[in-house]
Structure formats: structure tokens, C-alpha cells
């Protein structure tokens, strides 16, 4: 049996996310760019990296996420905004919130086919669904992402949890 190794510092990482959260959410947003607003996840890449095996600890970062997308559902005036919280799997590193100004915004947001960065659907995982005990009116986008450059290429799962 592998022994997982202690990682340090989650209970202030977590409590420091879950202010920035409650923070940018508190009120809806109002400045968009290119049809979306977005805030990154201010968690740095090492922690994500060493936590990346502890399912416990990506849960609580994913409910955080969760919570303050359904915060920004509570606090919209109108239907047409579509709120999104983006998880990068399996580290975590990129995922973000996001408000997309109209269903069409988030459709072309969603069509990603270029020679640098491809999405391809994917069938929803339902193992990994049940564990994130997502409420019924979420929807879920299951994405492979590939990002590929001269000097670079990446691998990896986009998950798209709207609301």
C-alpha cells in the first residue's frame, strides 16, 4: 500500500481560496471582454501538483468553485448570462470562473479546433459526477484538451460545469 505524502498548509490554502471566492463573487460582474468575464483560481501550481492524487482535497477546491458560481446564478438579473466554472483536470492549475454574456458566447467559447489548442468531446464520466455531487439544472461539458506548440505540448481534461 502506497503512503500518500502529508501536504502542508491545505486548511489556510483552502480558507484563502474560499475568501477570494466569496470576494470576486460577492456582486455580479459587469466588464467583460471578448463576451466573458473570468477569474483564475489563485492557487499556486505546486500545491495543485501535490494534491493532484488527494480526490478529498480537489473536492473541497472544486465545492469552493461551485459555491461561488452558484453565488454569481443567485446575484444575475438576467437569464442570458451563462455562469461556468472551467476545471482543468487533472491538476486543478487552470481551472477559473466564468460569466459568459449569451449561450452563443459560451457555444464559440466551447469550439476550440486550431492547430495550437484542440477540444475534443468527451462521454461524461459518471464515477467522477457522483463524487462532485453536482445539483440537477448543471450541466456538464466534458472536453480532451491538446496544446501543442514547437517547444510545448500538454494533455489533459476541460470539464465545463454550467449553470
Not at 74 to 84: I, S, T
Not at 115 to 125: A, C, G, V
Not at 134 to 149: K, M, N, P, T, Y
Request: aromatic content about 8%; overall charge negative; some cysteine.
Amino acid at each position: 500500500m502506497k503512503r500518500r505524502a502529508k501536504v502542508r498548509g491545505v486548511r489556510r490554502r483552502l480558507k484563502r481560496l474560499r475568501l477570494h471566492v466569496n470576494e470576486q463573487t460577492q456582486s455580479f460582474p459587469t466588464t467583460f471582454h471578448d463576451g466573458y468575464w473570468h477569474n483564475k483560481i489563485p492557487i499556486d501550481q505546486s500545491f495543485l501538483s501535490s494534491v493532484q492524487e488527494n480526490s478529498r482535497i480537489q473536492r473541497a477546491i472544486i465545492e469552493v468553485m461551485m459555491e461561488g458560481a452558484s453565488r454569481l446564478v443567485h446575484n444575475r438579473e438576467e437569464e442570458r448570462y451563462q455562469v461556468v466554472v472551467l476545471l482543468d483536470l487533472p491538476t486543478l492549475w487552470q481551472s477559473e470562473l466564468l460569466v459568459f454574456e449569451s449561450d452563443a458566447r459560451l457555444k464559440a467559447f466551447m469550439d476550440r479546433d486550431t492547430s495550437e489548442q484542440t477540444w475534443t468531446r468527451l462521454p461524461n464520466d459518471c464515477v467522477f459526477l457522483q463524487r462532485l455531487d453536482l445539483s440537477a439544472d448543471v450541466e456538464v461539458h466534458r472536453f480532451h484538451e491538446l496544446i501543442q506548440d514547437e517547444d510545448y505540448m500538454h494533455s489533459g481534461e476541460v470539464w465545463l460545469l454550467v449553470q
